[in-house]
């Protein structure tokens, strides 16, 4: 089977599963996406199709094409990348992807399993995401950042990297944001001088007491003393 012909069955296998009405919903919390893009999949859907599909002899092809023309087939090729169990090639396949990522719901999603176990050499392919000059591989690398490395693995120029990025996308600053929040839950006294000593630009540092008061992990003392540190603009 040729590559467009795996393409043109994947489309018509997520239209029969289509939900017209998550699809406006959907399509609502991303104004970066074309709703004519968006077919309306739910998640635990795409996700039990991506498992199925992950076993079909299919897999190699349909990576093989980028771009891909809905926002469903995206999200279907970060969830195959998730079933690569060799390190080298999921970060290949991560390298080649990651560029045509236009959206935060497709960037947050993926979870990388295989990378758990190099965790040690991980972190350069990390650094160098959050480095680069495009908006969602640099949200995907502080997304990494945050989901592997704020416990045992945790090291203080960590957040310093995070904390460096400069960028006037929303959606970077967002997850630098969730970052710092995140982080506040769990190496709390690491992170408090960032805030303290305004280490952050305002926007990012109001967004991150923001989240950090909001969550359940944050103590009712630490809230009353993030609240102090707000920043008036």
């Not at 077919?39 to 190699?60: C, E």
């Not at 349909?62 to 087939?73: A, S």
């Not at 480095?131 to 990494?144: E, L, Q, T």
């Not at 950090?212 to 809230?223: F, G, L, M, N, V």
Request: one cysteine or more; proline letters at 4%; hydrophobic letters at 40%.
């Amino acid at each position: 089977m040729s590559s467009r012909e795996v393409i043109e069955n994947v489309q018509a296998d997520l239209f029969a599963i289509q939900d017209l009405a998550y699809r406006d919903f959907q399509a609502k919390l991303m104004p970066t996406v074309n709703k004519e893009t968006v077919i309306g999949v739910r998640t635990p859907s795409l996700r039990a199709y991506a498992k199925k599909f992950g076993k079909t002899d299919n897999v190699s092809a349909f990576l093989e094409v980028l771009p891909h023309k809905y926002y469903e087939e995206n999200n279907l090729h970060g969830l195959l990348i998730e079933q690569i169990k060799a390190y080298p090639s999921c970060i290949a396949a991560l390298d080649r992807f990651l560029p045509y990522i236009d959206n935060w719901a497709t960037c947050d999603m993926i979870a990388l399993r295989t990378v758990k176990n190099h965790l040690d050499i991980f972190i350069q392919e990390v650094c160098r995401w959050i480095a680069s000059d495009h908006p969602y591989i640099v949200r995907f690398g502080i997304g990494m950042l945050m989901r592997y490395y704020l416990d045992e693995q945790f090291k203080p120029e960590y957040p310093k990297k995070v904390a460096e990025v400069k960028s006037d996308e929303y959606y970077v600053n967002m997850m630098r944001a969730w970052y710092f929040a995140t982080a506040l839950a769990k190496q709390y006294d690491q992170i408090i001088p960032y805030l303290e000593k305004k280490r952050l630009d305002t926007w990012t540092h109001n967004k991150t007491i923001q989240k950090a008061i909001e969550s359940y992990r944050i103590t009712p003392e630490q809230k009353i003393y993030l609240r102090t540190l707000r920043v008036k603009k």
